[in-house]
């Protein structure tokens, strides 16, 4: 079956500007989640939503960040302005359910550039 | 709070020796403990689980409350070993069992 996709791959924008990652997740998973690992860093949690709901957005900084599911399957990501602390990677994930049984699945990751 | 610690960032064994990856947690539940795997050029995937208690690609993991580590071991290291090692945490005060992950080991394998 086709994994998670994202894009774009790499990305790369000046400090202040606006940039949007997309997500496609593996068909049927009922759970989305959005990671950012810095470099040298483990993958952090954004959001996660289960279908078009949010779950968990605590460590999502709203003041810049954003993040949607419209009708439960397809996610978009948005950084609105951009700072230089902001490069990283972007990682989208998916899985059937919320339990930790459910194994989570990644897509390539969104490499941002900030300069 | 949930923390998880990892602390080589990168461990070098030759082909054939024993291989340890550390991990140490700080969880007041009862936790889920995973070992996520990236490859050169792939996507992070799971390796195993220590519910599972099954062993991948040669690898196993044992879950130690007593000392709060879920250490990663293979008897005899190959090459195509190498990658970057995560482990990660997802308890039940986390809404959903999103994943806690550390910072990561990254194994060298040399022939």
């Known amino acids: 079956e086709a994994g998670v996709a994202q894009s774009p791959r790499y990305k790369i924008i000046e400090k202040r500007q606006s940039v949007a990652f997309w997500c496609n997740p593996i068909s049927g998973h009922a759970t989305l989640y959005w990671y950012q690992q810095i470099l040298g860093q483990g993958p952090k949690l954004l959001i996660q939503?289960?279908?078009?709901?949010?779950?968990?957005d605590s460590q999502l900084p709203k003041d810049r960040f954003s993040a949607e599911r419209l009708k439960g399957v397809d996610s978009t990501l948005k950084i609105q302005p951009a700072k230089l602390e902001d490069s990283a990677v972007y990682l989208c994930?998916?899985?059937?359910?919320?339990?930790?049984?459910?194994?989570?699945?990644f897509g390539p990751g969104t490499r941002l550039t900030v300069l | 709070a949930q923390r998880v610690t990892q602390p080589e960032k990168l461990l070098s064994v030759f082909k054939g020796a024993p291989v340890e990856l550390k991990c140490n947690y700080s969880?007041?539940?009862?936790?889920?403990l995973f070992w996520y795997v990236q490859y050169s050029r792939q996507r992070l995937q799971l390796l195993l689980r220590?519910?599972s208690r099954e062993s991948i690609k040669g690898f196993t993991a044992d879950l130690n409350k007593g000392e709060t580590s879920f250490h990663l071991k293979k008897p005899f290291a190959q090459e195509e070993d190498s990658a970057m090692y995560y482990c990660a945490l997802s308890g039940a005060s986390n809404s959903g069992y999103a994943l806690n992950f550390g910072k990561g080991t990254s194994l060298l394998v040399t022939p």
């Open positions: 994930a998916s899985s059937l359910g919320t339990d930790y049984y459910n194994e989570q699945f």
């Open positions: 939503f289960q279908n078009n709901g949010v779950v968990d």
């Open positions: 969880y007041s539940g009862s936790p889920e």
């Open positions: 220590h519910i």
